[in-house]
């Protein structure tokens, strides 16, 4: 059973930095993982996306330069680092996965989600 287990998320004002995380267990050794978000009333979006050697990675461009997506194999976790946060970055933050060594911007190319983790920008 494939579990994804995100943290980190939490209350910070706008300019402040979070780093989140997600765990994975029962999964696939190669896989490419994903963080979405999606905010109130708006469809859930790419945010970032890493291959399994972590070498390949693809940012949304409302995020680029200011987001570094980041993995550790022997922990299967991945991360989240977000610098200078904006109250338009406000959105649940889901990890997601696939067995599939390419990245995909599509939501519904990942069979595989955690439960989201709030992250809330103060202006």
Request: glycine share 12%.
């Amino acid at each position: 059973q494939v579990q994804l287990v995100e943290s980190g998320g939490g209350l910070v004002q706008a300019g402040g930095s979070l780093r989140l995380s997600c765990t994975a267990s029962g999964i696939l050794s190669a896989n490419t993982m994903g963080w979405f978000r999606q905010a109130p009333g708006k469809e859930r979006e790419f945010v970032a996306g890493i291959s399994w050697g972590g070498d390949i990675k693809n940012y949304a461009d409302s995020v680029k330069g200011r987001t570094t997506i980041s993995r550790d194999n022997a922990k299967n976790t991945v991360y989240l680092q977000m610098n200078s946060l904006k109250p338009e970055d406000t959105a649940i933050y889901y990890c997601a996965a696939r067995t599939v060594w390419s990245i995909s911007v599509g939501p519904s190319e990942y069979p595989y989600w955690g439960q989201g983790t709030q992250v809330t920008v103060s202006s």
